[in-house]
């Protein structure tokens, strides 16, 4: 399956209800074909500490839906935290607090296969990519810190 370029995003929310706004603008992103959600994997912590995992996927179920983010952040089919040897694990179940969610999500921006072709065809690769946090560009003076 050939894809545009995809990006990791790891959001968390201080209120385990998110899905209203959040959740209507990734569809509206879909609806336009503008994003496809390859894997997304919501989790939801408990105030009593219980933790509760939702995947969901754009992918057919004979592609590799609900797995994709599991496998790229180190759990296994079962959900549980993996790592080859034995080694030490970043904990997800650890790194939310209580009465809270995160949300993960492996996005292939459809948008830009145009622009990521024509870089290719004039030989262009990519060097570096990143995020902005919004903090930057208040201080950059290119937004308000509302």
């Known amino acids: 399956m050939?894809?545009?370029?995809?990006?990791?995003?790891?959001?968390?929310?201080?209120?385990?209800d998110f899905r209203g706004d959040a959740l209507g603008e990734l569809e509206r992103l879909r609806e336009q074909d503008l994003?496809?959600?390859i894997d997304l994997l919501v989790v939801h912590k408990g105030a009593d500490g219980r933790v509760e995992r939702l995947?969901?996927?754009?992918?057919g179920a004979g592609d590799a839906a609900g797995s994709v983010v599991g496998a790229l952040i180190g759990l296994d089919?079962?959900?549980?935290e993996q790592a080859p040897g034995g080694e030490e694990l970043?904990?997800?179940d650890d790194a939310i607090p209580p009465d809270s969610a995160a949300a993960i999500a492996l996005v292939e921006h459809?948008?830009?296969?145009?622009?990521r072709d024509a870089i290719r065809t004039a030989g262009g690769l990519p060097v570096?990519?990143?995020?902005?946090?919004?903090?930057?560009?208040?201080?950059?003076?290119?937004?308000d810190a509302g």
Do not use: T
């Open 128 to 143: 570096a990519d990143a995020w902005i946090h919004p903090a930057d560009l208040v201080a950059a003076g290119l937004s």
């Open 35 to 37: 994003v496809r959600v």
């Open 110 to 115: 459809r948008w830009a296969i145009g622009l």
């Open 2 to 16: 050939a894809l545009g370029p995809v990006q990791l995003l790891v959001i968390g929310f201080d209120r385990p």
């Open 90 to 92: 970043w904990s997800l």
């Open 77 to 80: 089919e079962a959900g549980d």
């Open 55 to 59: 995947h969901h996927s754009d992918l």
